[in-house]
């Protein structure tokens, strides 16, 4: 059995919150990361917490030949305990080709590949959905 394996939604905390809003877990393809902090916590745990643009493409086309999307958000997704971490490439606009949650041993891993900007990994103890906020784009 290899080391990783999708991971289980129930192991992030408030996950409910975004499948209740989009009826299933996205793939954040074509999402935008808007803003990434870093903390760190005098437990010794640190944390990072993106903010991510997310919506619905539906197969529906518009009269400019997009398709159409709807559903639109932004979620806080957190990750805390820290183990390792790489981050390259955030700059104005960091666009989401796919958002892969894993777990690896004990802890969850978050491995974002982009078509523009941030390309990040990160392995941590424990993720949470802190919020998210219906916006009309």
Known sequence: MSET???NLNRIVNSE???QHFGYWPEFHDAEITKATFEA??????S??????AFEITSEIDEKGYYKLTKHCKIELQFIG???MEFDYFSHQNVIFELILEEEKSSIKCT???SVGLDAVVVAEEAYVLSL????R
């Open 41 to 46: 916590h005098s437990t010794g745990r640190s």
């Open 5 to 7: 394996e999708s991971v």
């Open 48 to 53: 990072v917490t993106f903010l991510i643009d």
């Open 17 to 19: 919150i975004v499948l």
């Open 133 to 136: 906020t219906p916006t009309k």
């Open 112 to 114: 974002i590949n982009s």
């Open 82 to 84: 820290i183990k390792e």
